[in-house]
């Protein structure tokens, strides 16, 4: 199977994926992740489902431990029938007695195989609780033909003083880019990953756990805040081919992305790199490169993509 024809099945699958209201998928079972298991226990979320390649990850002691992964769809069915039948009692959407407080479920996987997972049913959200650009990584695992075979690969650009001609144009694309977004919310700079980071804390300075993170004006720093992260980042298109990715609160201290805005946002993105690749050869280098972000008012991480 081509690129062409493999994008167009990969696009087919996106478009009928269906959007499973209170589904909450969570990346990662450390500290955050634990911290979000005792909010949706003690909110009684529909169901949530964590993910972490430590099977003893800290979270997995407040989940009910998942086997198999055959379990996962018939778990999501239930919920789908069960809040199709009563809306209203989302708490029990899967059966589980409320004073429980176990619609949480834990299933040990890497999470560079979250498209597998996605295939399944969208979450109502995603919440990354990884150390890593979950985002930038979702993408390009969805855009993985075979185990050895991607269509998109993050950008590593040699800082080397002897770099092929490539690289000196890539680093040139770099250094303009990264000139359209003031300095003084860029905290961080990595060529060499094509990683640029946002935030309106200074070095040094620590955002509380329970900071609601305000648009415009930094209560913890007393710091105004003239565009909030998402706009700066936004702002980069329609210059730059690029997608923002918004982290919307959880609760203070932990974001989640919308599984309507995923699902919209890899659509597009698949039916750029379509373009790209039937133009491929036509195609200069700074056409093949595009930015995944997630942001929030306050903070940010943008990865810079490129079509191999």
């Known amino acids: 199977m081509d690129r062409i024809e493999w994008l167009n099945n990969r696009i087919g699958a996106f478009e009928s994926l269906p ?3 209170g589904y909450y998928l969570l990346l990662g079972g450390g500290k955050i ?19 972490d390649s430590d099977p003893d990850a800290p979270a997995s002691k407040d989940a009910t431990i998942i086997k198999d992964i055959s379990e996962i769809p018939e778990l999501i069915s239930s919920l789908t029938e069960s809040r199709a039948e009563s809306p209203a009692e989302s708490s029990t959407a899967i059966g589980k007695d409320p004073a429980s407080n176990k619609n949480v479920y834990f299933y040990c996987m890497d999470i560079r195989e979250v498209p597998s997972l996605l295939e399944l049913g969208m979450p109502e959200f995603i919440i990354p ?3 890593t650009h979950a985002t930038a990584n979702m993408v390009v695992d969805s855009l993985r033909m075979d185990s050895d075979k991607n269509i998109v690969d993050e950008l590593f650009i040699d800082k080397e003083e002897d770099k092929e001609k490539e690289e000196t144009q890539l680093m ?16 961080g700079s990595y060529p060499e990953s094509g990683v640029i980071m946002f935030s309106y804390a200074r070095e040094g300075e620590i955002c509380p756990d329970n900071c609601m993170g305000q648009a415009d004006y930094c209560y913890n720093f007393k710091r105004e805040k003239p565009q909030t992260i998402t706009s700066y980042v936004s702002d980069l298109a329609p210059e730059y081919a690029g997608w923002v990715f918004e982290s919307c609160q959880m609760k203070a201290g932990i974001g989640g992305i919308r599984g309507v805005d995923f699902k919209e946002n890899m659509l ?3 039916e750029h790199v379509k373009s790209i690749c039937e133009n491929a050869a036509d195609d200069p280098i700074d056409e093949k490169v595009f930015f995944v972000a997630t942001t929030c008012n306050c903070h940010g991480v943008l990865n810079l993509l490129y079509i191999s």
């Open 129 to 131: 609780a990884v150390p």
């Open 268 to 270: 597009s993105i698949l």
């Open 33 to 51: 992740g634990s911290n979000f298991v005792e909010y949706a226990n003690n909110s009684n979320f529909p169901f949530v489902l964590v993910i």
């Open 19 to 21: 959007v499973v209201s």
């Open 172 to 187: 040139e694309y770099f250094e303009k880019f990264q000139s359209k977004i003031p300095e003084s919310v860029t905290v």
